[in-house]
Structures are given as structure tokens and as C-alpha cells.
T-cell receptor, first 111, second 118 residues
Framework: KQEVTQIPAALSVPEGENLVLNCSFTDSAIYNLQWFRQDPGKGLTSLLLIQSSQREQTSGRLNASLDKSSGRSTLYIAASQPGDSATYLCAGNSGNTPLVFGKGTRLSVIA | GAGVSQSPSNKVTEKGKDVELRCDPISGHTALYWYRQSLGQGLEFLIYFQGNSAPDKSGLPSDRFSAERTGGSVSTLTIQRTQQEDSAVYLC????????????????FGEGSRLTVL
């Protein structure tokens, strides 16, 4: 059974810093690894999807990587801005299963 | 519609009452998911519909929970005899069916239905 862990649970950085959010999973036979953003009281917004045959995806200031052998994914945010403050969730699925979510990292970017 | 639509956005009910939550997925998406997010907890999978296949109900916490998907589109999650521990945000997501090993495509979520059971 897939389990997803995100460390740290919370992170506070000054504006302009580059940062990395970590996600680890137990089943290396992962098919999809998806990163989401959740603002308070809102639903989840998809940021990046890495499929089984891929190793990374990029969108603007965001870059997500997937290392199946080590069971890890990272989300890199360049030149962070106060508007990046949110909870970031990673989720993965293996086999014919729905996405399993981590508990998220709550990011605060201080102006 | 342009995105996944859920209603109601907020529902307050008394313990013991039944509630229905509605999800309208993105047009053309064959897969539909219900998740639950309790305060301070991660997302908990409830049920998954994929095309005409039998739904995966493995995440439903009790027989008070049920869901339907009519015509391969709109879905309704029903909670009977609500309990205080049912209070949570219920999130719906949809995706296209992916080919090959991936089994499912990128998930898109609605804004959720916040349920409060008094």
C-alpha cells in the first residue's frame, strides 16, 4: 500500500529565496506523482504531474522531479514570492489505485 | 463547465440527518473521485468512478456513506444519519482516463463542500 510523507510540515522563508519541498513514497512502482497547491478554505490546484516514464516537469518558477529508485520527489520553487504562501501537497498512485496524498507542507513567504 | 463544480459549498446539519453533496466534473472526464479532508488531516480517499466500470468503494468509512454517478457525469455523495465525526470538507476531482500503465490522468479538484454536523 502506497504511503506518502512530506517533510517539513511547515516552512517559513524570506521573499526571493529558492526553496525545496520534499515528498517521499513507499512503493517505487509509482505511476503518477502530482503536486498540488491549496489555499486556505479552497480546493486543490494542480501544479505539476510527473508520469511514470518522466523524471521532471517544469512550469514557470516551479520544477518537480521524481526519483523512483529512492522513493522521492521534490518541488523546487525559484525566487519565492508572498503569493506562493499556501499548503503544497504531493500525491502518488501505484497500480490501479487512486492518488494517495501526503499531509502537505505549509509554506509562508515573508515579504 | 470549465472546472469541477461542487454544491453546496457549505452545509450545516443536525446529527442524524441525511445530506447529499453534488459534484459536476469537467466535461469529457471519465474518472471521478471523492476525497474527504478533516481539520489537520490529509486527504482521505472515499470512492472512485471510472467510466462504466464498477466503482471502487474501498475508502468509504461506513455503510452510511454511498455515492452514485448518473449518466457517467454528475455524482452525488450521500451520508445517512450524519455524525459529528463526519464534519469535514468533501472534495471531488475528475480526470481523463490515461492509456497504458498510468491508469489515470491529471486530477482536477473542485472547491469542496464543507459539512458541519452539530
Amino acid at each position: 500500500k502506497q504511503e506518502v510523507t512530506q517533510i517539513p510540515a511547515a516552512l517559513s522563508v524570506p521573499e526571493g529565496e529558492n526553496l525545496v519541498l520534499n515528498c517521499s513514497f513507499t512503493d517505487s512502482a509509482i505511476y503518477n506523482l502530482q503536486w498540488f497547491r491549496q489555499d486556505p478554505g479552497k480546493g486543490l490546484t494542480s501544479l505539476l504531474l510527473i508520469q511514470s516514464s518522466q523524471r521532471e516537469q517544469t512550469s514557470g518558477r516551479l520544477n518537480a522531479s521524481l526519483d523512483k529508485s529512492s522513493g522521492r520527489s521534490t518541488l523546487y520553487i525559484a525566487a519565492s514570492q508572498p503569493g506562493d504562501s499556501a499548503t503544497y501537497l504531493c500525491a502518488g498512485n501505484s497500480g490501479n489505485t487512486p492518488l494517495v496524498f501526503g499531509k502537505g507542507t505549509r509554506l509562508s513567504v515573508i515579504a | 463547465g470549465a472546472g469541477v463544480s461542487q454544491s453546496p459549498s457549505n452545509k450545516v446539519t443536525e446529527k442524524g440527518k441525511d445530506v447529499e453533496l453534488r459534484c459536476d466534473p469537467i466535461s469529457g472526464h471519465t474518472a471521478l473521485y471523492w476525497y474527504r479532508q478533516s481539520l489537520g488531516q490529509g486527504l482521505e480517499f472515499l470512492i472512485y468512478f471510472q467510466g462504466n466500470s464498477a466503482p471502487d468503494k474501498s475508502g468509504l468509512p461506513s455503510d452510511r456513506f454511498s455515492a452514485e454517478r448518473t449518466g457517467g457525469s454528475v455524482s452525488t455523495l450521500t451520508i445517512q444519519r450524519t455524525q459529528q465525526e463526519d464534519s469535514a470538507v468533501y472534495l471531488c476531482a475528475s480526470s481523463l482516463l490515461a492509456s497504458g500503465a498510468a491508469r489515470t490522468g491529471e486530477l482536477f479538484f473542485g472547491e469542496g463542500s464543507r459539512l458541519t454536523v452539530l
